[in-house]
């Protein structure tokens, strides 16, 4: 029999985070009057811990023993080739996927989740507040925040809350409290709905709303966590990544192209970030993040410095953006709608070590199912993204004959996400394109804003 999956014991789980901050070069987060910010400025948000850990530019980073055992519920997570789907495309290329939907939330974001609740704890944090998209995140951190007996309150964007509303059972079933955003809780939110009471609301309002929630708190006591964009986050995620390294050496392995969906970049950094490294080094590797053609952060908005939410309470970071006002178009892939894109993701674009692309919700969704009937994992929308990706390259290996090996992240499951599919068999799935008028609207919003530096790491 051929051996599918690769497995690592607990013992072999990677002991160590690699931070990409010791490998490229950054534009500063900028404060209101255009300066550098300095770590104390984040105290109010964040606790000094991961603040340290923001800033850092060691390449190697411990993962406390606290966290490890939480990682062993379910890490390390099996790396899985995917022969059915190879039989399916007809392709000569060899198709392996991380599966990261095994977590207790059934996706990538506990990685960071756990991390996240342990260093606030320690730094005697009671609260956490967050935003989420699609409710994977919400799950997660309430999820993490059951393990170390900590409060939890989440803003989940209006659209989303109503077509999902088993996240919001999930995430209670962890004991987090989650509403939708916009709320009437924050000045924020009753803002946003006073303008716009129709809104399906967006992550950036969302984000505002918890980070209003936490620096408002009288006692102290609460914290605001971010599921993606933050150095911090993407740094815990390459646990992914590491731990292929290892699963792809114990088979003689190495990717020629690695995949990844890219909302606000953790769980694709989560894979690549450890082979980025290699490129950086001379490692021929083709690294593609692929985003939703309706919310094209990567592939058509610009480099620039702008906010990571809607009520501009984020300091300016120096990312890919469409505008912290963007409204996205509810394509059900919630993970992938935010406006912005990770600095460390736009910086690696900027630079061309990784190449952008962009997918129709339909084409996603379709790939997904090819995904469901050879491989019987049915997969996230945002996970669908991914995929359609891979079937471009491993037919693209089929027309040129080559052997390639693919790589891509299995980043959640769609089993809340049915909703969805059935809007997809249904047919009125509808594909969303951003406008070249709408895009230029969104860019005026930057006339003001510094300009970030083209710097090039190698």
């Avoid at 980070?211 to 964009?229: N, P």
């Avoid at 933050?230 to 390294?245: D, F, P, R, S, Y």
């Amino acid at each position: 029999m051929k051996t599918k999956k690769v497995f690592l014991t607990e013992d072999e789980m990677p002991r160590q985070w690699y931070n990409v901050l010791a490998d490229i070069k950054m534009n500063p987060p900028l404060g209101p009057d255009g300066n550098p910010i300095s770590p104390d400025m984040l105290a109010p948000v964040f606790p000094m811990n991961l603040i340290e850990q923001e800033v850092s530019t060691e390449r190697w980073i411990d993962i406390p023993q606290e966290v490890l055992e939480v990682y062993n519920i379910w890490r390390p997570s099996p790396l899985v080739r995917a022969y059915n789907l190879e039989r399916a495309l007809g392709t000569p290329a060899r198709i392996y996927f991380k599966n990261e939907s095994v977590s207790p939330p059934g996706s990538h974001k506990p990685n960071t989740a756990v991390p996240q609740v342990y260093y606030n704890k320690v730094f005697g944090i009671k609260k956490m507040t967050t935003e989420t998209g699609a409710g994977q995140w919400g799950s997660a951190l309430s999820f993490a925040c059951a393990q170390f007996g900590m409060e939890c309150k989440v803003y989940m964007v209006r659209i989303s809350f109503d077509q999902k509303p088993y996240r919001k059972s999930m995430m209670q079933a962890w004991g987090g409290t989650c509403v939708a955003s916009p709320s009437t809780e924050t000045k924020a939110g009753r803002d946003i709905l006073e303008k716009f009471p129709d809104t399906p609301g967006s992550l950036g309002i969302a984000i505002s709303e918890a980070i209003e929630a936490a620096i408002s708190d009288e006692t102290g006591k609460t914290r605001y966590s971010l599921g993606s964009v933050l150095n911090h986050v993407m740094l815990h995620q390459t646990i992914i990544g590491l731990e292929a390294k290892k699963q792809l050496a114990k088979i003689n392995e190495y990717p020629d192209v690695i995949i990844g969906c890219a909302g606000g970049g953790s769980n694709f950094a989560g894979l690549t970030f450890p082979f980025v490294l290699d490129k950086i080094n001379g490692r021929n590797i083709d690294i593609y993040p692929v985003e939703p053609e309706a919310c094209p952060t990567l592939t058509r908005a610009p480099f620039v410095y702008d906010h990571g939410d809607t009520a501009r309470y984020t300091p300016l970071l120096a990312m890919h953006s469409l505008g912290h006002a963007f409204m996205p178009p509810p394509v059900h892939a919630g993970g992938l709608r935010y406006h912005g894109m990770a600095p460390t993701v736009s910086q690696l674009a900027s630079e061309g070590i990784i190449t952008p692309k962009a997918v129709t919700q339909v084409d996603a969704f379709k790939a997904g199912i090819l995904m469901a009937r050879s491989e019987g994992i049915i997969p996230a929308p945002e996970t669908n993204h991914a995929l359609a990706c891979v079937v471009q390259e491993a037919l693209k290996a089929k027309e040129e004959g080559k052997e390639k090996v693919i790589l891509f992240n299995f980043s959640g499951h769609g089993l809340i996400d049915l909703g969805s599919y059935d809007k997809y068999f249904s047919g009125s799935l509808q594909n969303y394109e951003l406008s070249d008028s709408d895009l230029l609207e969104s860019e005026k919003i930057f006339e003001s804003f510094p300009k970030p530096q083209l710097l090039k790491s190698r």
